[in-house]
């Protein structure tokens, strides 16, 4: 849906009617903080569906019109960086806990 709206923004924006360019021209203005991001949000929320994969996300993105090389590498950063953030948060909340169950036993 927002990749039929984007280009119909984009098709308007070269329109011989000066008030339809000029209205796309503001419309592309509003929107373009929001597609630069829209790709990262749903492609990280795409990856981390079991059923849905990168596969899915490797063949959206040149449909979207994003430069795909770029793109996607900033996925795969944003998804190696997710996991490392995971996985240290995970240590920590697994030594805590065994620090908790040690504590435990030597208070009885």
Known sequence: MCGKFKKNVEDELVSEDPLLA????EMEKKFSKYWKNYTLVISLAAILVPRLKLQIVQYLLPKLGILYEN?????LAEMNQ???EY???????SRSSVVDREGDESAR
């Open 22 to 25: 000029n209205m796309a021209r």
């Open 71 to 75: 793109k996607w590498m900033e996925i």
């Open 82 to 84: 997710l996991f490392k």
């Open 87 to 93: 996985e240290n948060h995970s240590r920590i909340l």
